[in-house]
T-cell receptor, first 114, second 114 residues
Framework: AQSVSQHNHHVILSEAASLELGCNYS??????LFWYVQYPGQHLQLLLK??????LVKGIKGFEAEFIKSKFSFNLRKPSVQWSDTAEYFC????????????FGKGTHLIIQP | DAGVTQSPTHLIKTRGQHVTLRCSPI?????VSWYQQVLGQGPQFIFQ???????GRGNFPDRFSARQFPNYSSELNVNALLLGDSALYLC?????????????FGPGTRLTVL
């Protein structure tokens, strides 16, 4: 069974700092990769996704992620964070198609200090 | 447009009881997925239903069952509740089962088993 590892469970940054959240998955075949975000008091929402093509994908609110197949990684980045980026971030993987559901990591709680 | 709605918001049950959770998808969405999120973990896939048929199933015991109705709403049923079933149960809807169909998550139902 595939698994997803998020290396940092809690991250605290100051505004304008650069962000990188790590995500590694275990499955060696074709995968579809996602980052979801949950802002305080809100639902889970899609931040960005990768299916194929350019391994550098851009999402909403200035976030981007890079798929590195050789490292089984899909790290999330943002060059300059804002206080409003405070949220829980989840990396998720799907193999074999949408009906198989998503496998989520444990999440990273990001706190941005003003 | 209304997003995914779930009811009830919170629920308290005792061990051995049965529970039914309900989900209404976004209008026009025909696929509903269920996830269990235990505190401190990422969501874990339980089921996906599309056009009233089960299309995907995660690693959950037979105590968990679901169904989808002609209006695409869905119910998740859990029998013989255990303490470990205490979790946030999330419903997600999408336009189809293909992985490129974005899943939109509801607010969840918080189940506490005493």
């Amino acid at each position: 069974a595939q698994s997803v590892s998020q290396h940092n469970h809690h991250v605290i940054l100051s505004e304008a700092a650069s962000l990188e959240l790590g995500c590694n998955y275990s499955y060696g075949g074709t995968v579809n990769l996602f980052w979801y975000v949950q802002y305080p008091g809100q639902h889970l929402q899609l931040l960005l996704k990768y299916f194929s093509g350019d391994p550098l994908v851009k999402g909403i609110k200035g976030f981007e992620a890079e798929f590195i197949k050789s490292k089984f990684s899909f790290n999330l980045r943002k060059p300059s964070v804002q206080w409003s980026d405070t949220a829980e971030y989840f990396c998720a993987v799907n193999q074999g198609g949408g009906a198989d559901g998503l496998t989520f990591g444990k999440g990273t709680h990001l706190i941005i200090q003003p | 447009d209304a997003g995914v709605t779930q009811s009830p918001t919170h629920l308290i049950k005792t061990r051995g009881q049965h529970v039914t959770l309900r989900c209404s998808p976004i209008s026009g969405h025909k696929s509903v997925s269920w996830y269990q999120q235990v505190l401190g973990q990422g969501p874990q896939f339980i089921f996906q239903y599309y056009e009233k048929e089960e299309r995907g199933r995660g690693n959950f015991p037979d105590r968990f069952s679901a169904r989808q109705f002609p209006n695409y709403s869905s119910e998740l049923n859990v029998n013989a509740l255990l303490l470990g079933d205490s979790a946030l149960y999330l419903c997600a809807s999408s336009g189809g089962t293909a992985v490129y169909n974005e899943q939109f998550f509801g607010p969840g139902t918080r189940l506490t088993v005493l």
